[in-house]
């Protein structure tokens, strides 16, 4: 699971995700205890958008795609 976070270049600059992460955290509800697990979350969901494509073809780096489609939901 580790390997996966060191092989994704990121779309989002450390500075925008910290401030959007800092916000996500003043959010009751909202689970953010794993740092990376959210940057990897929000990295998908800007591949998404970015790129149009289905849910069930998101690159696998991203992690399983229906469990990013699911986190989604919530």
């Known amino acids: ?3 996966i976070y ?3 270049n990121y ?15 003043t959010i ?3 689970h953010v205890k794993d740092e990376a697990g959210i940057r ?3 990295e998908a969901i ?5 790129t ?3 849910v069930r073809i998101l690159p696998k780096k991203y992690g ?3 469990a990013v489609y699911q986190k989604f939901l919530r």
């Open 28 to 30: 009751p509800g909202i």
């Open 46 to 50: 800007f591949y998404l958008c970015r």
């Open 52 to 54: 149009g494509c289905q």
């Open 6 to 8: 060191t092989t994704i």
């Open 1 to 3: 699971k580790n390997e």
């Open 11 to 25: 779309n989002i600059s450390n500075q925008i995700f910290q401030r959007i992460y800092e916000f996500l955290q």
């Open 40 to 42: 990897i979350f929000l």
């Open 64 to 66: 399983n795609c229906f």
